[in-house]
Protein backbone atom coordinates (compact mmCIF):
# COMPACT_ATOMS: atom_id res chain seq x y z
CA UNK A 1 0.00 0.00 0.00
CA UNK A 2 1.42 3.71 -1.41
CA UNK A 3 2.08 5.66 1.72
CA UNK A 4 0.64 8.69 -0.27
CA UNK A 5 -1.04 8.38 -3.33
CA UNK A 6 -3.02 11.51 -5.95
CA UNK A 7 -5.25 9.76 -8.66
CA UNK A 8 -6.13 12.22 -11.66
CA UNK A 9 -6.16 15.20 -9.55
CA UNK A 10 -6.96 18.55 -11.05
CA UNK A 11 -7.15 21.55 -9.78
CA UNK A 12 -8.01 24.98 -10.60
CA UNK A 13 -8.08 28.60 -9.71
CA UNK A 14 -10.99 30.26 -11.53
CA UNK A 15 -9.55 30.12 -15.44
CA UNK A 16 -6.08 28.83 -14.25
CA UNK A 17 -5.32 25.08 -14.43
CA UNK A 18 -2.42 24.74 -11.87
CA UNK A 19 -2.60 21.07 -11.80
CA UNK A 20 -3.99 18.81 -14.69
CA UNK A 21 -4.50 14.92 -14.26
CA UNK A 22 -1.83 14.39 -11.76
CA UNK A 23 -1.11 10.81 -10.73
CA UNK A 24 1.76 9.73 -8.17
CA UNK A 25 2.58 7.11 -5.79
CA UNK A 26 5.13 7.82 -2.80
CA UNK A 27 6.55 5.20 -0.73
CA UNK A 28 6.61 5.30 3.24
CA UNK A 29 9.92 6.39 4.00
CA UNK A 30 11.09 8.18 0.40
CA UNK A 31 12.44 11.23 0.45
CA UNK A 32 11.00 13.05 -2.69
CA UNK A 33 11.20 16.53 -4.29
CA UNK A 34 9.29 18.36 -6.42
CA UNK A 35 11.16 20.26 -9.10
CA UNK A 36 9.81 22.51 -11.59
CA UNK A 37 9.42 26.71 -12.37
CA UNK A 38 7.73 29.25 -10.79
CA UNK A 39 3.52 28.36 -11.22
CA UNK A 40 4.05 24.62 -12.57
CA UNK A 41 2.16 23.43 -9.69
CA UNK A 42 3.97 22.65 -6.75
CA UNK A 43 2.72 24.18 -3.82
CA UNK A 44 -0.35 23.59 -5.09
CA UNK A 45 0.65 19.77 -4.62
CA UNK A 46 1.51 20.54 -1.07
CA UNK A 47 -1.41 22.39 -0.09
CA UNK A 48 -3.58 19.65 -1.22
CA UNK A 49 -2.17 16.94 0.41
CA UNK A 50 -2.00 19.18 3.82
CA UNK A 51 -5.54 19.91 3.24
CA UNK A 52 -5.26 23.32 2.91
CA UNK A 53 -7.43 23.43 -0.34
CA UNK A 54 -9.48 20.67 -2.00
CA UNK A 55 -8.79 18.94 -5.80
CA UNK A 56 -11.92 20.17 -8.14
CA UNK A 57 -11.57 16.21 -9.63
CA UNK A 58 -9.65 13.24 -8.59
CA UNK A 59 -8.32 11.63 -5.12
CA UNK A 60 -5.47 12.08 -2.24
CA UNK A 61 -5.39 8.70 -0.51
CA UNK A 62 -2.82 8.04 2.59
CA UNK A 63 -2.01 4.72 2.98
CA UNK A 64 -5.07 3.81 0.78
CA UNK A 65 -7.30 5.53 2.49
CA UNK A 66 -9.33 8.75 0.73
CA UNK A 67 -8.77 11.98 2.66
CA UNK A 68 -9.92 14.85 0.43
CA UNK A 69 -12.64 15.65 3.28
CA UNK A 70 -10.00 15.84 6.13
CA UNK A 71 -9.41 18.98 6.98
CA UNK A 72 -5.28 19.85 7.95
CA UNK A 73 -5.47 18.58 11.85
CA UNK A 74 -6.86 15.22 10.89
CA UNK A 75 -3.76 14.77 8.15
CA UNK A 76 -1.66 14.45 10.68
CA UNK A 77 1.40 16.10 8.00
CA UNK A 78 4.06 18.59 9.45
CA UNK A 79 4.62 21.41 7.49
CA UNK A 80 8.09 23.41 6.87
CA UNK A 81 8.35 26.71 4.73
CA UNK A 82 11.03 28.86 3.74
CA UNK A 83 10.10 31.37 5.88
CA UNK A 84 11.07 29.87 9.20
CA UNK A 85 7.39 30.93 11.45
CA UNK A 86 8.96 30.46 15.01
CA UNK A 87 6.94 32.32 17.32
CA UNK A 88 9.73 35.22 18.51
CA UNK A 89 8.36 36.07 22.03
CA UNK A 90 8.88 32.39 22.84
CA UNK A 91 12.06 30.66 23.30
CA UNK A 92 13.20 27.67 21.41
CA UNK A 93 12.19 25.04 24.09
CA UNK A 94 8.52 26.86 24.08
CA UNK A 95 8.42 27.12 20.56
CA UNK A 96 9.29 23.10 20.13
CA UNK A 97 6.85 21.65 22.47
CA UNK A 98 4.25 24.95 21.39
CA UNK A 99 2.15 21.51 19.55
CA UNK A 100 2.02 18.74 22.01
CA UNK A 101 1.01 21.85 24.55
CA UNK A 102 -2.06 23.28 22.87
CA UNK A 103 -3.03 19.44 22.32
CA UNK A 104 -3.22 18.96 25.64
CA UNK A 105 -0.54 16.50 25.98
CA UNK A 106 0.89 15.21 29.42
CA UNK A 107 3.64 17.32 30.90
CA UNK A 108 6.31 14.53 30.97
CA UNK A 109 5.13 13.25 27.56
CA UNK A 110 5.66 16.61 25.97
CA UNK A 111 9.25 17.51 27.91
CA UNK A 112 10.37 13.95 26.47
CA UNK A 113 9.43 14.92 23.16
CA UNK A 114 10.78 18.57 23.15
CA UNK A 115 14.73 17.09 24.77
CA UNK A 116 14.06 14.13 21.32
CA UNK A 117 13.76 17.01 19.11
CA UNK A 118 16.32 19.59 20.14
CA UNK A 119 18.66 16.73 20.50
CA UNK A 120 17.86 15.26 16.99
CA UNK A 121 19.02 19.20 15.30
CA UNK A 122 21.75 19.65 17.76
CA UNK A 123 20.30 22.75 19.61
CA UNK A 124 19.63 21.49 22.86
CA UNK A 125 21.86 23.77 24.06
CA UNK A 126 20.28 26.54 22.95
CA UNK A 127 16.81 25.61 24.67
CA UNK A 128 16.57 29.18 26.41
CA UNK A 129 17.57 31.37 23.44
CA UNK A 130 14.95 33.22 21.54
CA UNK A 131 15.11 32.80 17.72
CA UNK A 132 16.26 36.46 17.72
CA UNK A 133 19.42 35.22 18.82
CA UNK A 134 20.15 32.34 16.41
CA UNK A 135 21.38 32.21 13.06
CA UNK A 136 19.19 31.28 10.04
CA UNK A 137 20.10 27.80 9.99
CA UNK A 138 19.78 27.65 13.55
CA UNK A 139 15.88 29.16 12.90
CA UNK A 140 15.34 26.91 10.28
CA UNK A 141 16.58 23.63 12.61
CA UNK A 142 13.98 24.59 15.90
CA UNK A 143 11.61 25.10 12.87
CA UNK A 144 11.50 21.42 11.94
CA UNK A 145 12.22 20.75 15.09
CA UNK A 146 8.70 21.87 16.06
CA UNK A 147 6.82 20.53 12.99
CA UNK A 148 8.65 16.87 13.84
CA UNK A 149 7.41 17.42 17.88
CA UNK A 150 4.06 16.18 17.22
CA UNK A 151 5.04 12.83 15.77
CA UNK A 152 4.05 13.17 12.08
CA UNK A 153 4.89 10.59 9.90
CA UNK A 154 4.85 12.80 6.69
CA UNK A 155 6.38 15.78 6.11
CA UNK A 156 5.75 18.74 3.74
CA UNK A 157 8.49 21.07 3.37
CA UNK A 158 8.18 23.85 0.90
CA UNK A 159 11.38 25.86 -0.30
CA UNK A 160 12.66 25.44 3.22
CA UNK A 161 16.48 26.39 2.82
CA UNK A 162 15.51 28.61 0.52
CA UNK A 163 16.46 31.64 2.88
CA UNK A 164 19.63 30.70 3.51
CA UNK A 165 23.20 31.29 2.05
CA UNK A 166 24.31 28.92 -0.26
CA UNK A 167 27.30 27.43 1.83
CA UNK A 168 24.29 26.85 4.83
CA UNK A 169 21.84 25.53 2.38
CA UNK A 170 24.47 22.48 1.25
CA UNK A 171 25.29 22.00 4.69
CA UNK A 172 21.79 21.80 5.83
CA UNK A 173 20.38 19.39 3.10
CA UNK A 174 21.92 16.85 4.44
CA UNK A 175 21.08 17.73 7.58
CA UNK A 176 17.77 16.95 6.68
CA UNK A 177 17.44 13.88 4.97
CA UNK A 178 19.79 12.25 7.81
CA UNK A 179 16.94 13.59 9.73
CA UNK A 180 13.65 12.39 8.10
CA UNK A 181 15.47 8.97 7.22
CA UNK A 182 16.17 8.47 10.64
CA UNK A 183 12.88 8.88 11.27
CA UNK A 184 10.97 7.06 9.00
CA UNK A 185 9.82 9.78 7.76
CA UNK A 186 8.44 10.20 4.03
CA UNK A 187 9.17 13.59 2.85
CA UNK A 188 7.96 15.85 0.26
CA UNK A 189 10.57 18.73 -0.61
CA UNK A 190 9.59 21.59 -2.75
CA UNK A 191 12.61 23.43 -4.52
CA UNK A 192 13.84 25.68 -7.32
CA UNK A 193 17.50 24.19 -7.12
CA UNK A 194 18.07 21.55 -9.57
CA UNK A 195 21.56 20.94 -7.60
CA UNK A 196 19.54 20.04 -4.04
CA UNK A 197 16.78 17.76 -5.81
CA UNK A 198 19.76 15.31 -7.51
CA UNK A 199 21.75 15.27 -3.99
CA UNK A 200 19.28 14.38 -1.60
CA UNK A 201 16.44 12.60 -3.42
CA UNK A 202 15.44 8.84 -3.54
CA UNK A 203 12.99 10.43 -6.56
CA UNK A 204 12.75 13.56 -8.49
CA UNK A 205 9.06 14.64 -9.72
CA UNK A 206 9.63 17.09 -12.17
CA UNK A 207 6.55 19.63 -12.88
CA UNK A 208 5.61 21.49 -15.62
CA UNK A 209 2.55 23.74 -16.51
CA UNK A 210 0.72 21.63 -14.12
CA UNK A 211 1.56 18.02 -15.52
CA UNK A 212 3.92 15.63 -14.32
CA UNK A 213 7.03 15.36 -17.10
CA UNK A 214 8.78 12.73 -15.17
CA UNK A 215 9.21 10.93 -12.09
CA UNK A 216 12.02 9.21 -11.17
CA UNK A 217 15.19 8.48 -9.36
CA UNK A 218 18.11 11.86 -10.09
CA UNK A 219 20.37 9.62 -12.29
CA UNK A 220 17.38 8.10 -14.25
CA UNK A 221 15.84 12.21 -15.09
CA UNK A 222 19.96 13.03 -16.04
CA UNK A 223 20.94 10.55 -17.83
CA UNK A 224 17.92 9.04 -19.63
CA UNK A 225 15.26 12.23 -19.20
CA UNK A 226 11.92 11.35 -21.13
CA UNK A 227 11.10 15.02 -22.80
CA UNK A 228 13.66 17.68 -24.25
CA UNK A 229 12.32 20.07 -21.58
CA UNK A 230 13.40 17.54 -18.65
CA UNK A 231 16.84 17.19 -20.65
CA UNK A 232 17.15 20.92 -20.58
CA UNK A 233 16.11 21.47 -17.08
CA UNK A 234 17.53 18.46 -15.07
CA UNK A 235 20.95 19.46 -15.41
CA UNK A 236 21.72 21.04 -19.15
CA UNK A 237 21.76 19.36 -22.65
CA UNK A 238 23.00 20.33 -26.27
CA UNK A 239 20.47 20.06 -28.86
CA UNK A 240 20.96 19.00 -32.34
CA UNK A 241 18.65 18.69 -34.98
CA UNK A 242 18.79 16.59 -38.01
CA UNK A 243 17.40 13.71 -40.31
CA UNK A 244 17.11 10.27 -40.35
CA UNK A 245 19.34 8.74 -43.07
CA UNK A 246 19.65 5.26 -42.04
CA UNK A 247 18.13 2.75 -39.65
CA UNK A 248 20.44 0.00 -38.66
CA UNK A 249 19.35 -2.55 -35.69
CA UNK A 250 19.08 -0.32 -32.83
CA UNK A 251 21.08 2.80 -33.92
CA UNK A 252 20.22 5.76 -36.32
CA UNK A 253 22.17 7.30 -39.19
CA UNK A 254 21.35 10.83 -38.85
CA UNK A 255 22.27 13.81 -41.31
CA UNK A 256 23.55 17.04 -40.23
CA UNK A 257 23.64 20.46 -41.66
CA UNK A 258 26.20 20.48 -44.17
CA UNK A 259 26.06 16.60 -44.81
CA UNK A 260 27.41 15.87 -41.35
CA UNK A 261 26.39 11.98 -40.00
CA UNK A 262 26.29 11.07 -36.66
CA UNK A 263 25.75 7.79 -35.00
CA UNK A 264 22.72 7.77 -32.01
CA UNK A 265 20.48 5.52 -30.55
CA UNK A 266 17.24 4.72 -31.97
CA UNK A 267 13.72 6.11 -30.50
CA UNK A 268 10.88 4.31 -30.96
CA UNK A 269 8.68 5.13 -33.86
CA UNK A 270 11.48 6.29 -36.06
CA UNK A 271 11.34 6.78 -39.66
CA UNK A 272 13.56 7.52 -42.80
CA UNK A 273 13.62 10.88 -43.45
CA UNK A 274 12.16 11.65 -40.31
CA UNK A 275 13.49 15.24 -38.47
CA UNK A 276 14.60 14.57 -35.04
CA UNK A 277 16.37 16.28 -31.81
CA UNK A 278 19.86 15.01 -30.19
CA UNK A 279 20.26 15.48 -26.73
CA UNK A 280 23.99 15.49 -25.33
CA UNK A 281 24.90 16.44 -21.73
CA UNK A 282 28.18 18.74 -21.68
CA UNK A 283 29.83 15.92 -19.19
CA UNK A 284 29.50 13.33 -22.17
CA UNK A 285 30.92 15.58 -24.98
CA UNK A 286 34.67 15.49 -24.84
CA UNK A 287 37.00 18.39 -26.41
CA UNK A 288 40.36 17.89 -28.48
CA UNK A 289 42.24 20.28 -29.94
CA UNK A 290 43.13 20.17 -34.16
CA UNK A 291 41.38 18.37 -36.41
CA UNK A 292 40.64 14.48 -35.45
CA UNK A 293 38.50 11.90 -37.75
CA UNK A 294 36.15 9.10 -36.18
CA UNK A 295 32.39 8.21 -35.53
CA UNK A 296 30.49 11.39 -33.74
CA UNK A 297 33.19 13.80 -34.02
CA UNK A 298 32.43 17.26 -35.34
CA UNK A 299 34.85 19.63 -36.17
CA UNK A 300 34.60 23.76 -34.94
CA UNK A 301 36.10 26.40 -32.89
CA UNK A 302 36.31 27.44 -29.61
CA UNK A 303 33.61 30.61 -28.37
CA UNK A 304 34.07 30.78 -24.81
CA UNK A 305 36.08 29.60 -22.13
CA UNK A 306 34.13 29.18 -18.25
CA UNK A 307 35.39 28.32 -15.24
CA UNK A 308 33.16 26.47 -13.22
CA UNK A 309 35.05 25.39 -10.05
CA UNK A 310 35.35 21.42 -10.68
CA UNK A 311 34.49 21.97 -14.23
CA UNK A 312 36.29 24.07 -17.21
CA UNK A 313 33.26 24.52 -19.60
CA UNK A 314 33.79 25.35 -23.23
CA UNK A 315 31.03 26.48 -25.81
CA UNK A 316 32.68 25.25 -29.55
CA UNK A 317 31.16 27.00 -32.94
CA UNK A 318 30.38 23.73 -34.66
CA UNK A 319 31.06 23.76 -38.73
CA UNK A 320 27.20 22.96 -38.58
CA UNK A 321 26.38 26.44 -37.15
CA UNK A 322 25.08 24.62 -34.27
CA UNK A 323 26.56 25.86 -30.19
CA UNK A 324 27.69 22.73 -28.58
CA UNK A 325 28.79 23.19 -24.69
CA UNK A 326 31.24 20.59 -23.18
CA UNK A 327 32.59 20.14 -19.33
CA UNK A 328 35.79 18.81 -18.58
CA UNK A 329 37.00 17.96 -15.16
CA UNK A 330 39.13 21.14 -14.29
CA UNK A 331 42.36 19.08 -13.25
CA UNK A 332 41.67 16.57 -17.13
CA UNK A 333 41.45 19.73 -18.86
CA UNK A 334 43.73 20.82 -22.14
CA UNK A 335 45.82 23.64 -20.68
CA UNK A 336 46.59 24.45 -24.57
CA UNK A 337 42.48 25.17 -25.45
CA UNK A 338 42.61 28.67 -26.04
CA UNK A 339 39.34 30.63 -27.40
CA UNK A 340 39.85 30.27 -31.28
CA UNK A 341 41.43 27.28 -31.29
CA UNK A 342 40.22 25.10 -34.05
CA UNK A 343 38.63 21.60 -32.08
CA UNK A 344 36.98 18.47 -32.13
CA UNK A 345 33.81 17.76 -29.96
CA UNK A 346 32.99 14.09 -29.95
CA UNK A 347 30.45 11.75 -28.07
CA UNK A 348 29.91 7.78 -27.78
CA UNK A 349 26.36 7.00 -29.56
CA UNK A 350 25.19 5.45 -26.40
CA UNK A 351 25.52 8.57 -24.09
CA UNK A 352 22.89 10.72 -27.08
CA UNK A 353 19.04 10.60 -26.04
CA UNK A 354 16.87 11.25 -29.04
CA UNK A 355 13.92 12.61 -29.31
CA UNK A 356 11.05 13.15 -32.15
CA UNK A 357 10.80 16.74 -33.38
CA UNK A 358 8.25 18.63 -31.73
CA UNK A 359 5.42 20.40 -33.44
CA UNK A 360 5.78 23.93 -32.26
CA UNK A 361 10.09 23.23 -32.44
CA UNK A 362 12.41 22.80 -29.31
CA UNK A 363 12.28 26.40 -28.08
CA UNK A 364 8.93 26.61 -27.35
CA UNK A 365 9.66 22.76 -25.76
CA UNK A 366 12.44 24.78 -23.86
CA UNK A 367 10.21 27.31 -22.25
CA UNK A 368 9.45 27.22 -18.80
CA UNK A 369 6.42 29.30 -18.74
Avoid at 337 to 366: C, I, Q
Amino acid sequence: MHEISLHNVKKRYGTITALDDVSFDIEKGEYVTILGPTGSGKTTILKLLAGLIEPNEGEVRFKGRRVNELCPEERDVGLVFQNFMLFPHLNVWENVTFGPHMRGWAREKTDKLGRQMLDLVHLFNRALSYPNELSGGMQQRIALARTLTPGSKIMLMDEPLGALDARLRVELRYELVRLMKGLGITTIHVTHDQEEAMTISDKIMVLRRGKIEQIGAPMELFLRPRSIFVANFVGESNFIEGIISEIKDSFLKVELKDGLTVVVPSVDGAALGERIVIALKPENVSIQKGVTKGINHIQGVIERRSFLGTFVKYSVRLETGDLINSKVLTLQKDKTLEMGDKSTVSFRSNEAVVYHHPKDGVRRELEVE
